[in-house]
T-cell receptor, first 117, second 114 residues
Framework: GAVVSQHPSRVICKSGTSVKIECRSL??????MFWYRQFPKKSLMLMAT?????????EQGVEKDKFLINHASLTLSTLTVTSAHPEDSSFYIC?????????????FGSGTRLTVV | KNQVEQSPQSLIILEGKNCTLQ??????????LRWYKQDTGRGPVSLTI?????NTKSNGRYTATLDADTKQSSLHITASQLSDSASYIC?????????????FGDGTTLTVKP
């Protein structure tokens, strides 16, 4: 089945530094990947849609200069949290869908727990 | 506005018992409805996916139903196990003018006790 690998699973960083999170589709190609943020006991909140070879589409209220997304290949998308602050601490999850596989739904990564101190 | 509402918000059951989780939605046009299981600190894992023409789908002890007319879905868990303790999320994807857009429910937190 489709597998999405997300790395790192946990990261602690100091305020003001930047953190990069990787999302890889291991056995399929994904022209589109999605980045979510999840607060405790809440469901996933879509932050942006990552499109291979073009600019990401950000949801309303999400700062594109704060959360940089790069989708340089059909199997890799990265999310960089720039100048991180404690309020950026959260659980970040990516998902991807196989090309031409609408019926299969989305495969999620295992998530990244970011703690900014 | 497209919405997905799940109930109950949380549920505690004894191991071996059955339970049913509900998902009501207003997404229209509709494409598909998916149920995911999310363990604490992990990403969601797909349980079932149903399109407009499907009204029931099973995955082991998990059985999902869909009534596209009333815009309701349920996830039935049979003979619950301790490992079923997790958050269950209903996700509805739109079709037509809403194609490519998914709306997430807030999830039901299930706790299975021995």
């Amino acid at each position: 089945g489709a597998v999405v690998s997300q790395h790192p699973s946990r990261v602690i960083c100091k305020s003001g530094t930047s953190v990069k999170i990787e999302c890889r589709s291991l056995d399929f190609q994904a022209t589109t990947m999605f980045w979510y943020r999840q607060f405790p006991k809440k469901s996933l909140m879509l932050m942006a849609t990552s499109n291979e070879g073009s600019k990401a589409t950000y949801e309303q209220g999400v700062e594109k200069d704060k959360f940089l997304i790069n989708h340089a290949s059909l199997t890799l998308s990265t999310l960089t949290v720039t100048s991180a602050h404690p309020e950026d601490s959260s659980f970040y999850i990516c998902s991807a869908r196989e090309q031409d596989s609408r019926a299969r739904g989305y495969t999620f990564g295992s998530g990244t727990r970011l703690t900014v101190v | 506005k497209n919405q997905v509402e799940q109930s109950p918000q949380s549920l505690i059951i004894l191991e071996g018992k059955n339970c049913t989780l509900q998902c009501n939605y207003t997404v229209s046009p509709f494409s598909n409805l998916r149920w995911y299981k999310q363990d604490t600190g992990r990403g969601p894992v797909s349980l079932t996916i149903m399109t407009f023409s499907e009204n029931t789908k099973s995955n082991g002890r998990y059985t999902a139903t869909l009534d596209a007319d009333t815009k309701q879905s349920s996830l039935h868990i049979t003979a619950s196990q301790l490992s079923d303790s997790a958050s269950y999320i209903c996700v509805v994807s739109g079709g037509g003018t809403n194609a490519g857009k998914s709306t997430f429910g807030d999830g039901t937190t299930l706790t299975v006790k021995p």
